[in-house]
């Protein structure tokens, strides 16, 4: 059985596997660049607010420190695969979530407590934060640094890992 695997091994066209996998990370790329042709640089919009339970969300008050703007959908299958990474670094970084095109307060209130969620989330029902900022798809991750500007912009599935990793290249640099 070994030798068959080895034999197959031998038989592949690595130039053939190669040029497949260059495809597909260009088009993986060139989604992600289309998902992202909207989303604004630089200097970070101002965000204020009031969050699910009431309280005043400034992005001016976290100057100094890094944030992350994290834009999802409580009808989303990817942010759900998300929101347990996203709700783990808020324990530990500053974070603002929103919840874009969802039903409204309730159901948002309801899917928080359904999925065990505390972080912080703004409802934004119609989009509008989500059109200040340029998202076109969620789940949308934006790492702030402690001056105010755009450092990193995430569509799609992100890794808590990846996440982290960034919030602290921003906090040591």
Same mark, same amino acid.
């Given at each position: 059985?070994? @030798?068959?695997?080895?034999?197959?091994?031998?038989?592949?066209?690595? @130039?053939?596997?190669?040029?497949?996998? /260059?495809?597909?990370?260009?088009?993986?790329?060139?989604?992600?660049?289309?998902?992202?042709? $909207?989303?604004?640089?630089? +200097?970070?919009? *101002?965000?204020? $607010?009031?969050? /699910?339970?009431?309280?005043?969300?400034?992005? !001016? $008050?976290?100057?100094?420190?890094?944030?992350? #703007?994290?834009?999802?959908? +409580?009808?989303?299958? #990817?942010?759900?695969?998300?929101?347990?990474?996203? !709700?783990?670094?808020?324990?530990?970084?500053?974070? =603002?979530? =929103?919840?874009?095109?969802?039903?409204?307060?309730? !159901?948002?209130?309801?899917? *928080?407590?359904?999925?065990? /969620?505390? *972080?912080?989330?703004?409802?934004?029902? !119609?989009?509008?934060?989500?059109?200040?900022?340029? #998202?076109?798809?969620?789940?949308?991750?934006?790492? =702030?640094?402690?001056?105010?500007?755009?450092?990193?912009?995430? +569509?799609?599935?992100? +890794?808590?890992?990846?996440?982290?990793?960034?919030?602290?290249?921003?906090?040591?640099?």
């Amino acid at each position: 059985m070994f @030798k068959t695997f080895l034999a197959r091994l031998r038989r592949l066209n690595w @130039k053939s596997i190669l040029i497949q996998l /260059l495809i597909v990370i260009l088009v993986i790329g060139g989604v992600r660049m289309w998902q992202q042709r $909207d989303a604004v640089s630089g +200097t970070a919009p *101002m965000i204020v $607010d009031q969050s /699910l339970k009431g309280t005043a969300i400034d992005l !001016d $008050d976290y100057r100094g420190k890094p944030v992350l #703007v994290h834009f999802w959908a +409580t009808w989303c299958p #990817v942010c759900r695969l998300e929101n347990d990474s996203i !709700d783990a670094i808020a324990n530990d970084h500053a974070v =603002i979530s =929103i919840a874009s095109w969802s039903e409204g307060a309730e !159901d948002v209130a309801r899917f *928080m407590a359904e999925n065990q /969620l505390s *972080m912080p989330v703004i409802v934004d029902p !119609d989009g509008a934060w989500a059109s200040l900022y340029g #998202v076109r798809a969620v789940p949308a991750s934006y790492l =702030i640094d402690g001056q105010g500007e755009i450092r990193f912009i995430e +569509t799609g599935y992100t +890794t808590e890992a990846g996440l982290r990793l960034r919030l602290w290249w921003l906090e040591n640099s």
